[in-house]
């Protein structure tokens, strides 16, 4: 079996709970066809740089696979069908990162920054 990082944009007019399931959906494909997901990260409700097909938004999420060629062309095939779909790329790696994504590692350390800052602090 092959390693693929797998990044998916849903439109912005599901909800993130149908994203999620969007999510389930193909890690049920997956596994039925003898593969194994190592990595689901929900990146949320994010702008899209341009339009694709009347949506502004989208929601975007990375999947980590270990999986045959077979089942991920599967995945595509089904995601190719799905109206939900705004765009996909599949690509094929040498090995998993299994650690945050950078996405993800921003949103966390902005966070701390945040939750660090008192108002008023360092003012004189």
Known sequence: MAYYEH???ARQDISPQQ???LN???KTLIEGQGGHI???EYWGLRNLTYRIKKNRKGH?????LDAPAPAVKEME????LNEDV????TVRVDELDLELSPVLARRDRD????EDFTPGEGRQ
């Not at 975007?60 to 980590?64: F, G, H, I, K, N």
């Not at 705004?86 to 790329?89: D, G, Q, S, T, V």
Request: zero cysteines.
């Open 86 to 89: 705004l765009r996909y790329l």
């Open 77 to 80: 095939r089904q995601l190719s």
């Open 24 to 26: 389930e959906e193909i």
């Open 111 to 114: 966070r701390e920054r945040r």
């Open 7 to 9: 990044v998916l944009i």
């Open 60 to 64: 975007y999420s990375l999947l980590a």
């Open 19 to 21: 994203a999620e399931a």
């Open 38 to 40: 190592a990595k689901i």
